[in-house]
């Protein structure tokens, strides 16, 4: 007993050696089912369907994807999906900007509103109309608009579609905003809502009291004009969400939207759940630079970095993994030159060649006529003693904790510290101790077993940022 009461408790090294036959004998090592029996609703991206993907997009893609695979790991049930904003004033102004410009295509003076689609990908959309059908712009405009906005929408949402599932991020459910107003679901919350004495009618608009649950104001559902907000529709979707049996929903949002919070807080509760049934993670911008550079990025004027186009340049395991290397609610630079060099001053290369190197290492011991048995007893890891091996071990045995933690905690940035820091120590490791050169073959398999274990985590923790684990770099 030291001082005042407090008992230190010495973990034999058999302890710590066992889990490098724990990480060897499980494949999957590091997966806990303390989400068992939860079940979860992630949904992420949902951007509008008014132009491509961009890379603050992207950040978000990675993060949410992530988050599922995680969840997944410590054992939840877990449905990823994708709101499609498919109704409301930005998806008409898309129709009115191809439309808009269909015209023009065909020689007629055209008067361009000021908050129009601009990007060349509106004149691409317009064009293959046109292509399709010549006579499209003889049609009155309403239905022309129309017809430009349900063409444009789903060419640009393949086009998403296409950009995500390139990307490595899986959307079970795509779910349409527009299906909640046809079938009449926002109708039936404002009348939950009546009937809960939570709304009220002034200025000849529909209100919702988000005050009575803590908001700073309360909001407005429909406005005077008879349109609807986008708060009426989150309310309704979210209400069904819960209708289809989710214990907990995790909306990720883009950071702008935190004063958004509050209010989505106050509508959970007002349709019966706890506030913490709700979770949202917010995604801070992402700056892109080249050449040191910032570049500029905005949907409306047509000037942004895609998501294809960074994908392509630095690779989906590259792109996942700088997405993934800092908090979400973090500012993340992402530097197109740092990300393509092949240096241990690029944090995915860096956590990649220690996975590389355990694998090479094995390759050479396998040459050399060092071979590993298939069941690694704890004789067999006996030499492990120096402070170095101890340390790996102590540091392996960490892995289940910070998964399942990063699980708890909705934070994927859990496991790219925690393999930047492991590779760091097996890269010094590696310098420090020799391994095929330990002159004691029984040292050298030791070290190859806990070499070995180092492998498996990181390709684990890889797995669950969505990044490949390569042989060889």
């Known amino acids: 007993i030291a001082g005042p009461g407090f008992i230190n408790l010495f973990l034999a090294q058999d302890w710590f050696t066992s889990v490098v036959r724990a990480a060897v004998a499980n494949p999957e090592y590091g997966r806990t089912d303390v989400g068992a029996g939860k079940r979860y609703n992630v949904e992420f991206v949902s951007a509008n369907p008014t132009g491509p993907l961009h890379i603050g997009h992207g950040r978000g893609a990675a993060v949410g994807d992530t988050l599922a695979r995680i969840l997944r790991f410590a054992g939840y049930d877990v449905t990823t999906e994708y709101y499609i904003n498919d109704a409301g004033r930005q998806m008409r102004l898309l129709g009115l900007s191809i439309w808009l410009r269909a015209k023009e295509l065909a020689g007629i003076a055209v008067e361009w509103p000021e908050d129009y689609y601009r990007g ?16 499209l712009t003889s049609l009155p405009d309403a239905e022309g608009q129309d017809r430009c906005f349900a063409y444009g929408m789903q060419t640009i949402l393949d086009g998403i579609k296409k950009d995500l599932r390139e990307f490595r991020v899986e959307h079970q459910v795509w779910f349409s905003e527009r299906s909640l107003v046809e079938r009449g679901a926002v109708e039936e919350t404002f ?4 009937k809960a004495g939570l709304s009220f009618e002034k200025d000849g608009a529909l209100w919702f009291r988000t005050t009575d649950f803590g908001d700073d104001k309360d909001r407005v559902l429909r406005k005077s004009d008879g349109s609807l907000t986008y708060f009426a529709s989150d309310i309704a979707y979210h209400d069904d969400k819960y209708h289809r049996g989710f214990d907990r929903v995790v909306d990720v949002w883009g950071a702008d939207h935190h004063g958004y919070v509050p209010r989505m807080k106050a509508a959970v509760q007002a349709v019966g759940r706890k506030a913490e049934d709700l979770d949202v993670v917010l995604i801070q911008l992402v700056n892109l630079l080249e050449n040191g550079t910032q570049v500029a990025m905005s949907t409306r004027a047509g000037q942004f970095e895609t998501l294809a186009d960074v994908v392509k340049e630095v690779g989906v395991d590259a792109a996942r993994f700088m997405f993934l290397s800092r908090k979400s609610d973090s500012h993340l630079d992402f530097d197109l030159a740092l990300v393509k060099q092949r240096s241990m001053d690029n944090p995915v290369y860096y956590v990649q060649y220690a996975h590389a190197r355990v694998q090479s290492v094995l390759r050479k011991a396998a040459e050399a006529g060092l071979t590993l048995p298939e069941k690694t007893d704890l004789a067999l890891l006996a030499p492990l003693s120096e402070a170095e091996d101890l340390a790996l071990l102590h540091f392996l045995d960490r892995f289940e904790d910070v998964a399942k933690g990063a699980a708890q905690a909705l934070a994927p940035h859990h496991i790219s510290y925690y393999l930047m820091e492991l590779a760091g120590m097996l890269h010094s490791y590696y310098a420090k101790h020799p391994v ?27 797995e669950l940022l969505g990044v490949s684990a390569p042989e060889s770099m």
């Not at 509106?122 to 006579?135: F, N, S, T, V, W």
């Not at 009348?191 to 009546?194: A, D, F, N, Q, V």
């Open 120 to 135: 060349s990908y509106i004149i691409d959309i317009a064009r293959e109309m046109m292509d399709k059908d010549p006579g």
């Open 436 to 462: 095929l050169q330990a002159g004691d073959p029984e040292l050298a398999l030791a070290r190859l077993a806990l070499l070995r274990s180092v492998g498996q985590v990181v390709k684990n923790g890889l």
């Open 191 to 194: 009348e939950r809502l009546k």
